[in-house]
């Protein structure tokens, strides 16, 4: 008699309660792909050092991953290579101030993204995160042949050389020149522009930076005191069961 009560509720819970315990916990197994990490995939494709190091100093590192997590805009990244950088005339980089800096990697940004063969058709100038192209302070124009994508500024002409990546949301192409961009070069191309000795605008830089990502910590512990609760609480369905099973005599 009482085996008849309580094997069916045994049941009951091995088929309700079980199941819903495994799904909370190979919910939290898998570990999430995680946010597009911009310096990563330079890291892997090797040979972006400079460019790593500029966009990590720039703060825009962050930015870039934390627009791609944040919004479904697309982004194109022309990425110069280690050997770009060193080909540049000695003291390029250190001609310009850190405000410009952070304009010079921009440009290397485009906030939409190409696939080659929409470079193709893509109008020129093209819009780079720089600033408006529109009133020629930032020109960037694009010249295709075939396969054959180049990349105008009107102080250099680089070619695109290949795909380091590319998903639904972000491209990251290899080019084999530094783009300078007019603003910065095109007035003296030999003489180093010597631009006024303004202050760092360290203000610009830090104020769009990304708040900081403790959130997936939050969320994570979150997921792990539901696990418990479903889990405490088994356990006590199932001591509750045994008690009624001794109880009866079983
Ligand atoms: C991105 O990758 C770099 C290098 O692998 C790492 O140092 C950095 O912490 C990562 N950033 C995030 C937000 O995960
Ligand atoms: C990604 O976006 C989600 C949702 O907007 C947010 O909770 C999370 O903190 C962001 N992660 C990073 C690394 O920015
Ligand atoms: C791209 O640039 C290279 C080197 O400057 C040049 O030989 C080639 O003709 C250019 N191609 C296009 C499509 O502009
Ligand atoms: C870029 O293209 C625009 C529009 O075709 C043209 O007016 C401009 O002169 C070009 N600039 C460069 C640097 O090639």
Redesign the pocket.
């Known amino acids: 008699m009482a085996k008849q009560i309580l094997l069916p509720l045994l049941s009951l819970v091995l088929v309700f309660f079980f199941p819903t315990i495994s799904a909370q916990t190979s919910a939290q197994a898998p570990a999430p792909a995680?946010?597009t990490?911009?310096?990563?995939i330079l890291?892997k494709a090797g040979q972006f050092t400079t460019l790593i190091k500029i966009l990590q100093a720039t703060q825009v590192?962050?930015r870039i991953?934390a627009q791609l997590n944040n919004s479904n805009q697309g982004l194109t990244i022309l990425a110069p290579t280690d050997n770009a950088f060193s080909n540049l005339k000695a003291g390029t980089l250190n001609s310009i101030n850190s405000q410009q800096q952070l304009q010079l990697v921009q440009f290397h940004i485009l906030p939409t993204l190409y696939t080659m063969s929409q470079f193709q058709t893509a109008s020129n100038p093209l819009h780079t995160q720089a600033g408006n192209s529109d009133d020629g302070q930032f020109p960037m124009n694009v010249t295709t042949s075939g396969n054959q994508v180049n990349i105008t500024t009107g102080v250099v002409t680089a070619t695109v050389a290949n795909t380091i990546y590319s998903d639904n949301q972000l491209a990251v192409y290899q080019v084999d020149k530094v783009l300078l961009p007019m603003a910065l070069f095109g007035a003296a191309p030999t003489a180093a522009p010597a631009p006024a000795p303004t202050k760092p605008e360290k203000n610009v830089q830090a104020s769009d930076a990304p708040s900081g990502?403790s959130d997936t910590s939050v969320d994570t512990s979150g997921v792990i005191g539901l696990n418990r609760q479903a889990i405490e609480g088994g356990a006590f369905i199932i001591a509750v069961i045994t008690m009624t099973a001794s109880y009866l005599g079983l």
């Open positions: 995680g946010p990490n911009i310096t990563k890291e590192a962050d991953n990502t």
